[in-house]
């Protein structure tokens, strides 16, 4: 097992992320009107994904990141002709935004504080990516393609950033809904006895 005085700096910075107190006021100030929006009732419990079994924003941010990576490929590989198709992949980008991230605030809202000041961040970096395609979709339909295409470069560069700390909380912190079957399942196999080695065969 690798020493944490060894760990990588980037998970270094994030662990330190986790602790940084000064977080604990932004986001007391945003979760009653999270909890009041997304993350009670019925509305609360879809956007969880209580009836399919697991969150459903890991589906969805796929769709997003998705659409936004291929836009970026059309425009690096694909020529003229794949403007109009780049344009309309960002666009397709900017209308799963907003389900993606109700269904991430339902996931913030039950979220122990420590990853809710990184759920934070995580939310503010994706407002300043989906802040860079919305611009870039802008300059596409001005007929500014170059322009559309750098910026959603620099806007992917910016959902890496989201992302990272979206994967950090949905595999390292497992902040995310899922069926108790699966927790049950789950605690079964760590309670199962290791096999005995096997024994030396005799000669």
């Given at each position: 097992m690798a020493n944490i005085e060894q760990a990588p700096t980037i998970v270094s910075l994030t662990r330190r992320l986790e602790e940084t107190?000064?977080?604990?006021?932004?986001?007391?100030?945003?979760?009653?009107?999270?909890?009041?929006?997304f993350g009670t009732g019925a509305r609360g419990s879809a956007l969880r994904g209580e009836w399919l079994g697991h969150a459903v924003h890991p589906i969805l941010t796929d769709v997003v990141l998705g659409t936004w990576t291929s836009a970026s490929l059309l425009d690096l590989l694909g020529g003229r002709d794949s403007t109009a198709a780049a344009q309309r992949l960002v666009g397709a980008g900017l209308v799963a935004v907003g389900p993606t991230a109700w269904t991430g605030w339902a996931e913030w809202s039950a979220a122990e504080p420590r990853d809710q000041r990184v759920g934070l961040v995580h939310a503010v970096t994706n407002a300043v990516a989906i802040g860079t395609y919305a611009a870039s979709y802008v300059a596409r339909r001005q007929g500014r393609h170059r322009t559309g295409a750098s910026l959603a470069l620099a806007g992917s560069a910016v959902t890496g950033v989201g992302a990272y700390l979206g994967g950090?909380?949905?595999?390292?912190?497992?902040?995310?809904?899922?069926?108790?079957?699966?927790?049950?399942?789950?605690?079964?196999?760590?309670?199962?006895?290791?096999?005995?080695?096997?024994?030396?065969?005799?000669?």
């Open positions: 107190a000064a977080l604990d006021r932004p986001v007391q100030a945003v979760e009653p009107l999270v909890q009041r929006w950090h909380l949905a595999v390292a912190r497992k902040v995310g809904s899922r069926s108790p079957a699966f927790a049950h399942d789950e605690d079964r196999l760590l309670q199962r006895p290791a096999a005995a080695p096997a024994s030396t065969p005799r000669r």
